[in-house]
T-cell receptor, first 108, second 111 residues
Framework: KNEVEQSPQNLTAQEGEFITINCSYS?????LHWLQQHPGGGIVSLFM???GKKKHGRLIATINIQEKHSSLHITASHPRDSAVYIC??????????FGKGTHLIIQP | AAGVIQSPRHLIKEKRETATLKCYPI?????VYWYQQGPGQDPQFLIS???????DKGSIPDRFSAQQFSDYHSELNMSSLELGDSALYFC??????????FGPGTRLTVL
């Protein structure tokens, strides 16, 4: 069974700072997902990666298959980025295995 | 754009009652997933369906069952409800192997 670990668990930063959240997994995967969950509970998919790097606006996700490691970066962070960011592994029609999440707070 | 629809959004039941949660995937998506998220916990995968056939099974209790119908909507049936079943239940849909889109969730409270 794949284990997914994230760090840090909690992160508080000032507006404008560059944010990095790390994720490691124990066995080879077909895809790695980054998700965002707001206090209201809704989950939004940010990225699905199987190799390399993807960018959407101020968000960048990278994955290193050999090292079984992925990172999510937020540039020019803003208070509206405050949320729980979750790394999850899974592909095909298989369910996702979730990490514990990183609680991010961006202070004005 | 159409999103995943879940109903009801909130449900309150007594212990030992039954509950049925419904999920309507994004049109043309062929895969549906069910997840359970207890208070303060990370989501846990329950079960998935691809083209109306069960595809993968996670930590779904024997008291729960699910199916996907010919119109691709899915239902999660929960019987003999326990206090510990109180949670947020998410449905997600995707084209197989692609990004999953999550519904808003059904918040189940068991009293």
């Amino acid at each position: 069974k794949n284990e997914v670990e994230q760090s840090p668990q909690n992160l508080t930063a000032q507006e404008g700072e560059f944010i990095t959240i790390n994720c490691s997994y124990s066995v080879g995967i077909s895809a790695l997902h980054w998700l965002q969950q707001h206090p209201g509970g809704g989950i939004v998919s940010l990225f699905m990666l199987s190799s390399g790097k993807k960018k959407h606006g101020r968000l960048i996700a990278t994955i290193n298959i050999q090292e079984k490691h992925s990172s999510l970066h937020i540039t020019a962070s803003h208070p509206r980025d405050s949320a729980v960011y979750i790394c999850a592994s899974g592909g095909g029609a298989d369910g996702l295995t979730f990490g514990k999440g990183t609680h991010l707070i961006i202070q004005p | 754009a159409a999103g995943v629809i879940q109903s009801p959004r909130h449900l309150i039941k007594e212990k030992r009652e039954t509950a049925t949660l419904k999920c309507y995937p994004i049109p043309r998506h062929d895969t549906v997933y069910w997840y359970q998220q207890g208070p303060g916990q990370d989501p846990q995968f329950l079960i998935s369906f691809y083209e109306k056939m069960q595809s993968d099974k996670g930590s779904i209790p024997d008291r729960f069952s699910a199916q996907q119908f010919s119109d691709y909507h899915s239902e999660l049936n929960m019987s003999s409800l326990e206090l510990g079943d109180s949670a947020l239940y998410f449905c997600a849909s995707s084209l197989v192997g692609s990004e999953q889109f999550f519904g808003p969730g059904t918040r189940l409270t068991v009293l």
